[in-house]
């Protein structure tokens, strides 16, 4: 994974930074975890030969010190005269506060950092930036967030921020970029809904961006182009990889399509049916362009090169396809498992 031994270091002080955020019971700490996990990142992303990763490591350390400084301003400037774990009593608090991690997880409209720090990275740290980066501002905001106005806007702003930037984008990592930050506002519904249901759609999100990259990487795919021609020698491939994109997009009947469902079955309940619609178009969207990629791969552009070819390693191969089997037939195998439960 990682050519460098010491990188393996700042992997576990990443994931140490990250438990201790969570299992915090005070905002200091809190803090502290999210700089210890911030810090731990910045090596892995910079690499002493390619300038576009440098950049992006600068990117992120200056946009995530400034939402972790908002933050150390709102929690010391609130503990003066409050208890620090106290922060429901006042609305423009709780909002400064959900801002500044919506800031760290990369949901609209604070996301303009995202997919310009996606564009520079390798996969490997796309997928940590995607999936473990996540969890921290995530698991803090389901702390402190309410049904309100604010809330509603902020999940509406993600959705659509989401599916419009991805149209017409040529660049891979700036695809799942854009399919982050929609999938951040479909995160931030579920926690309105139900305490642990952010959860389960997490671990899907995450199992399929996974795939995603097991597969991308091994083909040292980049843009969209080398999908049609670096892809034709290994038909397989072509279908595991489109598959898991129409599972990441939502659509019936695929594994993705699970966690949407049960979030609109209980925004329903909750009579959110505005903000629902919305999600709903937005999704199609999304689903849209996947479709058209897919198509364009499959059917349109079909050539056969003899040159620049990756093929999978055996052991990519044997992942990508039992993940991409759970991705098709993950919904279908969780129903008969509850009937028969």
């Given at each position: 994974m990682f050519n460098n031994p010491s990188k393996y270091l700042f992997l576990t002080t990443l994931m140490a930074g990250t438990l201790i955020s969570v299992s915090s019971n005070s905002w200091l700490s809190i803090w502290m975890g999210l700089e210890i996990n911030l810090l731990s990142f910045i090596p892995l992303m910079s690499n002493s030969k390619n300038l576009f990763s440098t950049e992006s490591s600068l990117k992120y350390f200056l946009t995530q010190a400034l939402a972790s400084a908002v933050l150390l301003f709102l929690v010391i400037s609130t503990s003066v005269n409050i208890n620090i774990l106290d922060i429901s009593y006042s609305m423009p608090v709780t909002m400064g506060i959900m801002s500044s991690l919506l800031l760290k997880s990369g949901g609209a409209p604070l996301h303009f950092w995202l997919p310009g720090v996606m564009e520079g990275l390798n996969w490997y740290n796309c997928l940590i930036l995607m999936t473990w980066q996540k969890i921290a501002p995530m698991m803090l905001m389901s702390y402190c967030i309410s049904e309100s106005l604010f809330t509603s806007i902020m999940i509406v702003t993600s959705v659509m921020v989401g599916s419009v930037g991805g149209l017409n984008q040529t660049s891979l990592r700036k695809l799942l970029a854009y399919s982050s930050i929609n999938h951040v506002g479909w995160m931030l519904a579920a926690m309105i809904t139900g305490e642990n249901l952010w959860l389960l759609y997490f671990l899907v999100y995450s199992f399929l961006n996974m795939t995603i990259t097991f597969?991308?990487?091994?083909s040292q795919i980049m843009h969209m182009n080398q999908i049609y021609s670096m892809m034709n020698e290994s038909p397989i491939t072509k279908f595991m990889l489109f598959s898991n994109f129409m599972s990441l997009g939502g659509l019936p009947p695929f594994l993705g399509f699970m966690p949407k469902w049960i979030i609109i079955q209980f925004m329903l309940l909750n009579n959110m049916i505005p903000v629902i619609i919305m999600m709903v178009l937005m999704t199609l969207l999304t689903?849209?362009?996947?479709l058209q990629m897919a198509y364009s791969?499959?059917?349109?552009?079909?050539?056969n090169p003899k040159w620049n070819l990756y093929p999978m390693n055996n052991m990519y191969m044997m992942l990508s396809s039992i993940f991409t089997f759970i991705s098709i037939a993950g919904l279908m195998l969780c129903t008969v498992l509850l009937n028969v439960m």
């Open positions: 597969i991308l990487n091994s689903l849209y362009y996947y791969a499959t059917l349109i552009t079909h050539n």
